[in-house]
């Protein structure tokens, strides 16, 4: 599928939440469990990898054996694998408690271990320390920031003639262009259900937050609700541009890796998702050039906001085999070192200060505007509990089939969110 904070960072990645998913995949470095075997279970495909190695090198005998999976498959499996006592050493763990694998979710039942006693604990910024909590004790290892938007093939733009809009008028006079010239601005991968809720999370931020920045204490206070809220007029949008042709035919049928494919190639001009992405599009085509804009939501640019937040960190299992070995990866994790090779590696932007990484300038308007205040959390990271979010998920592809409403959809997330915890 991270969708925070910023400033509030924090907001998935959830970013989402959200959410840095991947296609699935396993790398074996050695086999069984003992002192010099590390076992984990990531989503970062196509980020861990050069870690691994680096942690391996850094630590000669040691190996990694490590899986890596999409968000809803590993959401759907890390809890199984929890509860049977076969999960790995670490783990990927989103922030805060919107999902079935975030941070509030996981150390709630005791299936984490507290690590609020490792050095980079009290480093974190007070805004990504307070989705990476639980009663005030830390336990996700978050490496990264991350931001939701339009990533735009620039080769492809420049194809096109056309230039990233930002305003609402112009995002739907740009979606009629593209399609006029045979090439739909935007891939969308709603196969993948956590791929739905990226287009809304970065409408909402402006139509919603826009207007109020206190919108999720009300909702926390019981003084407002999805339903009657501008929440209806981020769904109309969304609903908007795929009746424009913002997005490929078929957004249903066509799932994260085949939307990156779209928009790697040139067949769309771009995608609208997390920065994560941009590494990925980057795999697919290294000579391509890929840049994130916030995706606009109003008639007034300087109203825009973009949805940002802490990205998915790693926890450990409290049962870990190897604790010692697990806990010497995270804070590799958590090195400048380790971070920046991560973020580097996915396009994003370190959760602490004095790493020495330089801005990709890809991410030149994203760092902007989270210097700025223009950021938002990733929406799911404040819910109650990891329900709403599963609902909107489902509710948004049953939507797009025509076997829901956006009313209906809203009410069952208000009726999920006043369930509590």
């Known amino acids: 599928m991270k969708t925070r904070k910023l400033p509030v960072l924090i907001a998935a990645l959830t970013a989402g939440a959200l959410l840095a998913a991947c296609s699935g995949g396993t790398k074996a470095g050695g086999s069984g469990s003992g002192s010099k075997t590390l076992t984990l279970a990531s989503v970062d495909q196509g980020s861990v990898e050069d870690v691994v190695k680096a942690f391996e090198k850094a630590n000669p005998g040691v190996k990694v054996r490590y899986t890596t999976s999409g968000a809803d498959q590993y959401q759907q499996q890390i809890r199984t694998q929890l509860s049977s006592g076969t999960a790995p050493d670490v783990m990927s763990v989103w922030p805060g408690n919107g999902n079935p694998g975030a941070t509030v979710v996981l150390a709630r039942p005791g299936y984490l271990r507290d690590l609020s006693d490792q050095p980079w604990a009290a480093k974190m910024p007070d805004a990504i320390k307070s989705v990476a909590q639980y009663e005030g004790k830390t336990y996700n290892a978050i490496f990264g920031q991350n931001g939701i938007g339009a990533v735009y093939n620039q080769q492809a733009m420049a194809k096109a003639g056309l230039t990233p809009p930002d305003t609402w008028p112009d995002l739907l006079a740009f979606c009629k262009a593209a399609k006029a010239k045979g090439t739909p601005a935007f ?23 826009g207007e109020d920045r206190d919108f999720d204490k009300k909702m926390q206070a019981g003084q407002a609700t999805f339903a009657q809220s501008p929440w209806t ?13 913002c997005f490929q035919k078929n957004p249903l049928g066509t799932n994260y890796e085949a939307s990156q494919a779209l928009a790697a190639t040139g067949k769309t001009l771009g995608i609208i998702q997390g920065n994560w992405v941009i590494a990925l599009l980057k795999g697919k085509n290294p000579q391509g050039t890929f840049t994130l804009k916030a995706l606009p939501a109003t008639d007034d640019p300087s109203q825009t906001l973009i949805p940002a937040a802490a990205g998915a960190g790693y926890g450990v299992n409290a049962k870990a085999k190897n604790p010692e070995l697990a806990l010497k990866f995270v804070n590799f994790v958590m090195s400048p070192e380790g971070m920046n090779l991560f973020v ?19 991410l030149a308007e994203l760092s902007t505007f989270i210097a700025s205040d223009r950021t938002v959390p990733f929406m799911d990271q404040l819910w109650p509990n990891a329900k709403v979010q599963q609902t909107m998920l489902s509710g948004l592809q049953e939507i797009f089939s025509g076997q829901s409403t956006p009313e209906k959809l809203l009410d069952e997330m208000d009726t999920d969110y006043k369930a509590g915890s």
């Open 233 to 245: 007029t981020a769904l109309d949008k969304y609903l908007t541009m795929e009746k424009t042709g």
């Open 344 to 362: 580097k590696k996915q396009g994003g932007l370190p959760s602490l200060p004095d790493t020495g990484y330089s801005v990709d300038p890809s």
């Open 187 to 209: 891939a969308l991968g709603n196969q993948d259900a956590w791929v739905t809720q990226l287009v809304l999370y970065a409408l909402v931020a402006t139509t919603v937050y």
